[in-house]
């Protein structure tokens, strides 16, 4: 139980005024009955509980003093203490709130991503539904084999060695022609999809309706295959080969692993089977071919031009042994001219020398005929 300083005061003040009523009825009871051993004793007894009570008061004041003291500096460490707890409070509480907004920023563009995520998802989901209903059409599909064909032709050829749409002799219609030299001949390319008997080999859910499936799978390969050899291979119109271009890898996978009977088929044929990369080996091949029967073709004037440009380079020789003719004899007629000049300084020195010697020296130099020697 803590003793606060108005507790303190109000017992040492009760104290006080008990200690006081025992000596004022002390005295009165001794006033009253005279002189009195006993008494005498009391008032003594009552004498040294008023010393014991002054000093209880003061020491109950020290007290008082202590406990204020020890008060205020409690409270100053509790306001200390406070301050603190609340600036840890007060940083803790910006920290959140910075991390919040960090986080709420964050979260922000992680739904802004997601939501552009779905769109492109719906986006993509609609085309997916709009491929199988592509797909599942036979003219459409058809369609989408031909555009992929054309996208592969027209990338890596060049416009002169191709056409689409190209009907034949036969009346029959090439989805597309190589345009080749002899030989081997403009190449014919049919564009084949047989997506729902791959399919039903695929979705079989036992042995015996994948046998079937794959019975139908192969009629309808080997019937794609008779019709391009009978449409699309015409002598003296088209090599002795055509191409059968299926617009699936896993479709090519299937029948060059599984169905090597009708592969084998194709060969005897010449209907060579090709997908999509195949089929882009095949394109690079056939634009190398071009390149050199380009090449093969421009030899005649390669080689002409080359003749000419010997020729022109004899021409050049020639010139230059007559240019290294007149620079030889610009050499010589320049040394010519050093030995004259030479021979001037020399002249003009002996000139000095007549001049400005003595007239002794002088008419040594003079022969007697009286005239200067020539020159050599």
Request: proline share 4%; net charge negative; glycine share 6%.
């Amino acid at each position: 139980m803590n003793l606060t300083p108005e507790l303190l005061t109000a017992a040492a003040l009760a104290l006080v005024l008990g200690v006081a009523l025992v000596v004022v009825l002390l005295t009165r009871w001794g006033s009253d009955t005279g002189s009195n051993p006993r008494f005498d004793q009391l008032a003594d007894s009552a004498d040294r509980l008023a010393t014991a009570q002054a000093e209880l008061a003061g020491r109950l004041s020290q007290m008082g003093e202590s406990q204020v003291a020890a008060q205020a500096q409690i409270n100053q460490m509790l306001e200390a203490r406070l301050d603190v707890v609340s600036k840890r409070l007060g940083d803790g509480l910006v920290q959140h709130a910075e991390k919040t907004g960090q986080t709420m920023t964050a979260l922000h563009e992680r739904l802004v991503l997601i939501d552009a995520a779905q769109k492109n998802i719906a986006e993509l989901s609609r085309q997916v539904v709009g491929l199988q209903d592509i797909l599942s059409n036979k003219q459409a599909r058809g369609a989408f084999g031909e555009v992929q064909l054309n996208d592969l032709v027209s990338s890596i050829l060049p416009p002169s060695a191709y056409a689409f749409q190209v009907t034949m002799s036969n009346r029959s219609r090439a989805d597309c022609l190589l345009r080749l030299p002899n030989p081997p001949g403009n190449i014919a390319i049919d564009a084949k999809f047989p997506l729902e008997s791959y399919q039903a080999l695929r979705n079989a859910a036992d042995d015996a309706t994948r046998a079937q499936a794959a019975r139908a799978f192969g009629i309808d390969v080997t019937k794609h295959i008779r019709d391009i050899a009978e449409k699309y291979i015409v002598p003296g119109e088209t090599a002795d080969s055509a191409l059968m271009f299926l617009p699936s890898e896993a479709v090519y996978a299937e029948l060059h692993a599984n169905f090597r009977g009708v592969v084998e088929d194709s060969f005897r044929r010449r209907v060579w089977i090709v997908s999509p990369t195949t089929l882009m080996a095949t394109l690079n091949t056939v634009r190398a071919v071009l390149k050199d029967v380009h090449l093969r073709e421009q030899a005649g004037v390669l080689q002409a031009e080359i003749v000419k440009l010997l020729d022109d380079v004899g021409r050049l020789d020639t010139r230059v042994q007559g240019l290294q003719r007149h620079f030889d004899q610009a050499n010589e007629d320049i040394r010519q001219i050093r030995i004259s000049t030479e021979k001037v300084a020399r002249r003009g020195g002996r000139i000095d020398e007549l001049q400005f010697g003595d007239d002794t020296h002088a008419e040594a130099l003079i022969p007697p005929s009286g005239k200067l020697p020539a020159s050599s």
